[in-house]
């Protein structure tokens, strides 16, 4: 007699592959509810920590001490250009508007220099 090679399953190694309903289904690891007794649920953090902030930037050097220096002498001889042409103590016949100019110029200079001073 010719044995077969493939050998018929007996009742009880099926068993083990069958779901615990006994529906006839295999069980799979994920639907088994003995397997989700025996797993432990995953522990909550203990600690409270709040959203992670970066660490605040840096602070830019403080200005050089020419930067407050020339933006004082600026605006102060651009004010007093404009003055000194109203009053006729500058050069040239009555208010000329290139002396005006000059000043607006001068206060204007020290205006964009004041954006630059920390």
């Known amino acids: ?8 399953a007996q009742p009880s190694e099926l068993a083990g592959a069958m779901s615990a309903r006994g529906t006839g289904i295999p069980a799979r690891s994920g639907c088994d509810p003995e397997a989700s007794r ?21 602070k830019a050097p403080p200005s050089k001490l020419w930067v407050p220096v020339a933006l004082t002498t600026l605006l102060a001889t651009g004010l007093a250009v404009i003055v000194l042409n109203y ?9 000329e508007n290139s002396y005006l100019l000059l000043g607006i110029v001068l206060i204007s200079a020290g205006f964009l220099l004041a954006t630059n001073y920390r």
């Not at 007699?1 to 018929?8: G, Q």
């Not at 995953?42 to 409270?48: D, L």
């Not at 009053?87 to 208010?95: A, E, Q, R």
Request: glycine fraction near 2%; hydrophobic fraction near 25%; avoid cysteine.
């Open 1 to 8: 007699m010719i044995r077969p090679a493939v050998s018929e």
């Open 38 to 58: 025996i797993l432990s649920p995953v522990p909550q953090s203990k600690s409270k920590r709040s959203r992670y902030t970066p660490p605040p930037p840096k």
């Open 87 to 95: 009053l006729n103590l500058l050069p040239g016949p009555d208010t």
